[in-house]
């Protein structure tokens, strides 16, 4: 499975972005798909998760009620849309699958450079 991330920029504090990570190579229907984050000077950080069962979300507390994660199994793709954009949320995002049994993700993409100026 190959991941392409795209929709990263610069934007304004207060703005809004909507990331898109696309799966090529198998259908990611089954898979959970998970956004994550890694600032400058800092370990890689959890963003969201989407389950491939009942569509169940999972954010983390610091984008809780300012990103929405989503999925379009028909397309392939999950996206992150990101609202009320702080600096503190620049950094490289980064979209990961994870097969049905798997404890860990398998699968990862590489990033898109999200820059929010205040």
């Known amino acids: 499975v190959q991941l392409q991330a795209s929709g990263g920029g610069l934007v304004q504090a207060g703005g809004s972005l909507r990331l898109s990570c696309v799966a090529s190579?198998?259908?990611?229907?089954?898979?959970?798909l998970g956004w994550f984050r890694q600032a400058p000077g800092k370990e890689r950080e959890f963003v969201a998760r989407i389950s491939w069962s009942d569509g169940g979300t999972y954010y983390a507390d610091s984008v809780k009620g300012r990103f929405t994660i989503s999925r379009d199994n028909a397309k392939n793709t999950v996206f992150l849309q990101m609202n009320s954009l702080k600096p503190e949320d620049t950094a490289v995002y980064s979209c990961?699958?994870?097969?049905?049994?798997?404890?860990?993700?398998?699968?990862w993409g590489q990033g898109t450079q999200v820059t929010v100026s205040s």
């Open positions: 190579g198998r259908t990611v229907s089954s898979f959970a």
């Open positions: 990961a699958a994870r097969k049905a049994r798997s404890v860990g993700y398998d699968y």
